[in-house]
């Protein structure tokens, strides 16, 4: 496993650990579901990107480029088109809160890979 991945894991985790506990003690039990939920919908698709692109460590700029962009397309069509069956699906879904938790999410994970790209970007070039 990468450092990457691994970084990125441990900043899922640990993120949804700092979220998990006001969000039992304010909006009970649907939305701590609704956290774990939005965890594993959004960092699932990072993971298996992140991991496919670990496989091969040496790409050109433009490889790297299409890897990001394809993987961040890929997370929101995963990520919304689940939350979508899921909130058409299920009635325990059909919350706003879900949503809001489910952006939460996805923003914070987004910005977490695209600084982990980034801070791994500037140390192969130095």
Do not use: N
């Amino acid at each position: 496993m990468s450092r990457h991945l691994k970084l990125f894991l441990f900043g899922a985790a640990a993120f949804w650990a700092v979220a998990a506990y006001p969000a039992l003690r304010f909006g009970g039990t649907a939305a701590f579901v609704y956290t774990l939920v939005s965890l594993g919908l959004c960092a699932t698709p990072t993971v298996v990107v992140a991991w496919w692109c670990g496989r091969t460590p040496q790409r050109t700029a433009g490889e790297r480029l299409f890897l990001m962009l394809g993987g961040t397309g890929l997370r929101m069509g995963l990520v919304l088109g689940i939350g979508l069956a899921l909130y058409l699906a299920v009635p325990y879904f059909q919350h706003l809160s879900f949503w809001v938790w489910l952006l939460v999410f996805y923003l914070y994970l987004l910005g977490l890979e695209i600084y982990l790209i980034l801070a791994d970007q500037k140390e192969t070039a130095v």
